[in-house]
């Protein structure tokens, strides 16, 4: 499975301000409250002042402060520097002696209460990314949700780096977790008839599987009874027993998507581990889906 599922493009976008940030989200984390003026106060210089702020707000706002400072919007430097009386244009000057920016930094997140992620907070992020990734797939969806949690918690973020390896062992546990909950149903007899829906009829050249797939197309007693057949089939297979409470319901479904559209070969290549759970979920959909098609058949 891949770590580093970003492009280096949108690895770079993350590591910096946003292009634009909406006006609501200015007031919400750009206005600077009498506290926060305070601590921009106890610096000398406007650019340093304003380069403390810039900082503030990007903590406040991102969950950390990019490096360069100079990829803030304009509109968001200008909105700050305007409420502490200095010129925008101050903030190119910022950061030229190298203590300076690490040490406010430090600063600022003593000021707004942030701290810097230890090891147990990181295993915590991991044990509840496996809980996240067995809900959801996408893994960019799972870096925000990390980036966000990471936020509320007024922790740090790390590397964006870091935080995809994260992503991707959260998503490889999620899998072997699946596998495991699916265990006591997928007995070795049941391993073989989920296998044989993937092997294809010598007369027809279909499997059952893409038997199974087929839609009805139309409003005729034929496609009726075809529907009926398919679910007496999976009754007979004993799917309507089927015990999947143990996964999340959006797991299930987006494991049925893969066994709805995956072609069979590819199917056929995959690991157990993997192949199984999809195929079970598939068929406990495909159960549920051609009975309500039956119903709206006969009506």
Known sequence: MPIGFLTH?????????????????????????????????????AHTRLGFAMQLCALRSLGFAPDDLSTAPWDAVLYVAQQLAVSPEALAAYGRRIPTRPLHLQQVQAHLGFRAATPLDLYALQMWLVERALEHEKPTLLLQLACDKLRREQIVRPGITRLERFVATARQQAHEET?????????????????????????TGRSLLQWFRREA??????????????????????????????????????????????????????EPRRRYPILVAFLHQALQHHTDVAVELSD
Request: glycine share 4%; net charge neutral.
């Open 9 to 45: 493009t949108e690895r770079e976008r993350l590591n910096r301000f946003p292009a634009q940030i909406p006006d609501e989200d200015l007031r919400a984390f750009f206005l600077l409250s009498d506290a926060d003026q305070t601590a921009i106060h106890k610096q000398r210089e």
């Open 179 to 203: 596998w495991h909950r699916l265990t006591p149903l997928v007995t070795e007899a049941r391993g073989s008839l989920l296998d044989g829906l993937l092997v294809s009829d010598p007369q």
């Open 217 to 270: 197309t139309a409003h005729t007693a034929p496609q009726l009874v075809e529907t009926l057949q398919k679910i007496m089939a999976l009754r007979e297979l004993g799917v309507d027993t089927w015990d999947l409470t143990g996964l999340n319901p959006n797991r299930v479904k987006w494991l049925a998507q893969l066994g709805w559209k995956a072609p069979t070969q590819h199917l056929t290549r995959i």
